[in-house]
């Protein structure tokens, strides 16, 4: 049996804020969240530059680098509703 403290420490805050600007106040087991990959819009122009000169680029091309884009824990459902938001910018990687 799990002492309290344990599950505290199993509980994981979603990070969806980084994305919409507000702090998410969903507050969970890891069980319930996901992985995503996003592209933060400072360096989204220097994406869409290349692209224009011919170079792929986005999620999951060669010119997103693992330094180009965040990974963050999510509520599954600001997962669902971030990738809905902006598709070429956000993607789940891992669903837990």
């Known amino acids: 049996m799990e002492t309290a403290s344990q599950q505290v420490a199993d ?11 507000e702090r998410c106040a969903w507050v969970g ?4 969240t996901a992985m995503v990959e996003w592209t933060p819009p400072s360096i989204r122009r220097s994406i869409q530059d290349a692209r224009a000169a ?16 965040s990974l ?21 990687v891992e669903s837990t």
């Not at 011919?54 to 884009?69: H, K, S, T, W």
């Not at 600001?78 to 809905?84: F, G, N, Q, W, Y």
């Open 29 to 32: 087991h890891e069980d319930e």
């Open 11 to 21: 509980e994981v805050r979603c990070e969806c804020g980084k994305i919409t600007g």
């Open 72 to 92: 963050l824990r999510l509520e599954r459902s600001c997962a669902e509703t971030a990738v809905a938001d902006e598709p070429e910018w956000t993607r789940i």
């Open 54 to 69: 011919g170079n792929l680029g986005g999620l999951g091309a060669p010119l997103a680098r693992r330094d180009d884009v």
